[in-house]
């Protein structure tokens, strides 16, 4: 039987892995900067009331760069436009082009486009083919040279560079130990990615102005793929799960691939590539992203809700709905408490079942309830900093704890922040 060795205590994550500041607008990636969440519109570009409405919905959100495509002359005339529109509505939040195949073309004949953008994501599989690849590719970064943009490299999966990929099998077939196609596969992505940033190089751009990144859609090629690129160079780094799928398989396949890669210390910007429900709500990639950085402690967007999974013990549905309504209360509200209350963002609340865990899990959040579980008596004790603060009955308890917590707020973030009184069981 292999032995395990259990670690004698927890290491923490790695120290993150020392890239080269670039900065996209007002925003930097890399160089130790805290790790940026970003996130992609689904409008239709030239549709520029649409993309401005979902631009401002991501950026409330909480999305610190936004990319939108820009496939087609439409586009990329909008493009200008949207940026107006949004500084008007004081949004800032950088924006990023996506584009494909035919970017040369429409980066030089809308040099307003070209202007407005933050910076240019370029795919080096689809920047152009045989002898046009490298002229296109130069004259996309002779244009971001001009107009002293950024550019991320994204090297993808589903199109990567087939020039390249074929040389790299070709010489793996003639190799004395040849690897299998998954190996060379992962290799022409990472190469694809670095010789393009060494061409732009070449070309003059500097490097603080180059973000790569080399997505996959398999979890375990993703986690490679990063871990190599990371070694063999100093770029910042865009981490990404492409074509994450939907619901909760995207979820979980993006924060296994992300959450490993960031315990490493790799990645400086992340977007999770959900596929939204139809009709659904764009903005949920950006939770989830946020939601990753924050539990693995890397960054605190909004206050944490810690509520158990209940069990046989809460027969009713109240613990559910009161831990969904604080949730929904706290996340709506964060817009407004981001200047009203600094700091707020570190609150921890704790939304508990029973008796089993409930008195000891909201000890250790700011403020927490433990609501009856199933044979117990109708009181909700109320803790508040460790210390039992109030018992809540009747049908308001919901109502009366959304007004705890919004007090603890006040006094504990507000303008005439103190620590907040303790008044012990007052049953
Ligand atoms: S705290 Fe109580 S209700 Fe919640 S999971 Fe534990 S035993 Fe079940």
Known sequence: MNKIEIPSDIAGPAPRHLTTQVMVGNVAVGGGAPIVV??????????????????????????????????RDEAAAAVPHIREALDKQGITTPLIGDFHYIGHKLLAEFPACAAALDKYRINPGNVGFKSKRDTQFAD???????????????????????????????????????????????????????????????????????ILSAKVSAVQDLIAVYQTLASRSDYAIHLGLTEAGMGSKGIVASSAALGILLQQGIGDTIRISLTPEPGGDRTVEVQVAQELLQ????????????????????????????????????????????????????????????????????????????????????AAPVFVDGEKFRTLRGPSIAADFKALVIDYIDQRYGANAKAPEIVTAAE
């Open 38 to 71: 970003q996130s992609m519109t689904n409008t239709d570009t030239a549709d520029i009331q649409g993309t401005i409405d979902q631009v401002a919905a991501l950026s409330r959100a909480g999305s610190e760069m936004v990319r939108i495509t820009v496939d």
């Open 140 to 210: 996309i970064i002779e244009i971001a040279n001009k107009n002293n943009k950024a550019v991320r490299i994204g090297a993808n999966w589903g199109s990567l560079d087939q020039e390249l990929l074929t040389k790299l099998m070709d010489e793996n077939a003639l190799s004395a130990n040849p690897k299998d196609v998954r190996a060379v596969t992962r290799e022409a992505m990472v190469q694809s990615a670095l010789l393009s940033a060494a061409r732009a190089e070449e070309l003059g751009m500097p490097k603080n102005k180059m």
């Open 295 to 378: 539990t693995m402690g890397f960054r605190t967007f909004v206050p944490l809700v810690a509520a158990c999974p209940g069990c046989g013990r809460t027969t009713s549905t109240t613990f559910q709905e009161l831990a969904r309504s604080i949730q929904d209360f706290i996340r709506d509200s964060m817009p407004g408490w981001k200047t009203q209350y600094p700091g707020v963002e570190n609150l921890n609340v704790a939304v508990m079942g029973c008796i089993v865990n409930g008195p000891g899990e909201s000890k250790h959040a700011n403020i927490g309830i433990s609501l009856p579980g199933t044979g117990e008596s109708p």
